[in-house]
């Protein structure tokens, strides 16, 4: 049973496509993140949530969307993606007990 | 702001042979560090983690790491790496921001390890 799912694995798709990418956490962790993976596998963090609000955004483009629905899900919504968005988008959730679990990332690569 | 720095690149031992991975981060206070493990095409894989107490910590796939505040350090170590222990290596900093639970994580830039049969 996966802690923390992403979908999808993989994803294609043409620049000036808008795209979503789902995370879901079944550890009943109040927060929750996104993480950007580049060509030099750099991770940085991009939003974080917790409890369904906003505490963290890291100067990510206005394209990027997050929205949590709940506390164990937050999605990814990008606009007009471009070809710099190509990368490997990790989700996260953190509980001070449990430390941070990764899900297994989803590869977007625009063309 | 915090930092996480790993000064190797890349690292390549024998299989059987001892490993140590830097890992040097700045702050100002005592940050909970995290070592996490790579595959290729895989998630990150938590090693193992240190947010009080004692300064050796244990992890998974016996893996070591030791804090050591008078040096800003948290080097991981094993004594006897194995071909499957061949992944990219992340040392990273988490914040405990104001006592709640959604301090970010930053990360090192990452150590690739190739281990030789």
């Known amino acids: 049973d996966t802690a923390v799912s992403q979908t999808p694995k993989y994803l294609v798709t043409q620049m000036g496509n808008d795209k979503s990418i789902k995370c879901e956490q079944n550890?009943?962790?109040?927060?929750m993140y996104w993480y950007k993976q580049d060509s030099k596998k750099f991770l940085k963090i991009m939003f974080s949530y917790n409890n369904k609000e906003l505490i963290i955004n890291e100067t990510v483009p206005n394209r990027f969307s997050p929205k949590s629905p709940d506390k164990a899900h937050l999605n990814l919504h990008i606009n007009s993606l471009e070809l710099g968005d190509s990368a490997v988008y990790f989700c996260a959730s953190y509980r001070a007990s449990d430390g941070y679990t990764f899900g297994s990332g989803t590869r977007l690569t625009v063309v | 702001a915090q930092s996480v720095t790993q000064p190797d690149i890349h690292i390549t031992v024998s299989e059987g042979a001892s490993l140590e991975l830097r890992c040097n981060y700045s702050?100002?206070?005592?940050?909970?560090l995290f070592w996490y493990v790579q595959s290729p095409g895989q998630g990150l894989q938590l090693l193992l983690k240190?947010?009080?107490?004692?300064?050796l910590v244990q992890g998974i796939k016996g893996f070591e790491a030791e804090f050591k505040r008078s040096q800003s350090s948290f080097n991981l170590r094993k004594p006897s790496v194995h071909w499957s222990d061949a992944a990219e290596y992340f040392c990273a900093v988490g914040l405990n921001a104001g006592g709640t639970s959604y301090g970010k994580l930053t990360f090192g830039q990452g150590t690739i390890l190739t281990v030789h049969p």
């Open positions: 240190y947010f009080s107490g004692d300064t």
């Open positions: 550890l009943g962790h109040d927060t």
């Open positions: 702050y100002g206070a005592t940050p909970y």
